[in-house]
């Protein structure tokens, strides 16, 4: 069984900055491709971050590239995603996410919602102006 829990989530002014944390419960995460996704109220859920198993590689959505990095602990079977230099539109709940299967190539990240297979319960992150 696979549990992702986030942590980190806040209250934050323009310009500050979080990280945050998704845990992970399971034998085999470190073959397990993450990311990090973000849904603002009436918006559809879309790709921030996300990382190989290997740690390698690495993808960044455009409106976070520079501001934001994502990194992976195996000892810890914990993703961490640091985000800088937050503006207002950053507001939204922020997803971890998990892809399990096992069979991914060592420098792969998705960056597709449907690849991912198991989910986090969400951190809210409000950025006030």
């Known amino acids: 069984q696979v549990h992702l829990v986030e942590s980190g989530g806040g209250l934050v002014q323009t310009g500050g900055s979080l990280r945050l944390s998704c845990a992970a419960s399971?034998?085999?995460?470190?073959?397990?491709?993450m990311a990090w996704f973000r849904q603002a109220p009436g918006k559809e859920r879309e790709f921030v971050a996300g990382?190989?198993?290997?740690?390698?590689?690495?993808s960044y959505a455009d409106s976070v590239k520079g501001r934001f990095t994502i990194s992976r602990s195996v000892a810890k079977k914990t993703v961490y995603l640091q985000m800088n230099s937050l503006k207002p539109e950053d507001t939204a709940v922020y997803y971890c996410?998990?892809?399990?299967?096992?069979?991914?190539?060592?420098?792969?990240?998705?960056?597709?919602?449907?690849?991912?297979?198991?989910w986090g319960q969400g951190t809210q992150v409000t950025v006030s102006s």
């Open positions: 996410a998990a892809e399990t299967s096992g069979g991914s190539v060592y420098n792969v990240v998705f960056r597709s919602k449907n690849a991912y297979n198991y």
């Open positions: 399971g034998r085999t995460f470190s073959t397990w491709p």
């Open positions: 990382i190989s198993w290997s740690g390698g590689t690495t």
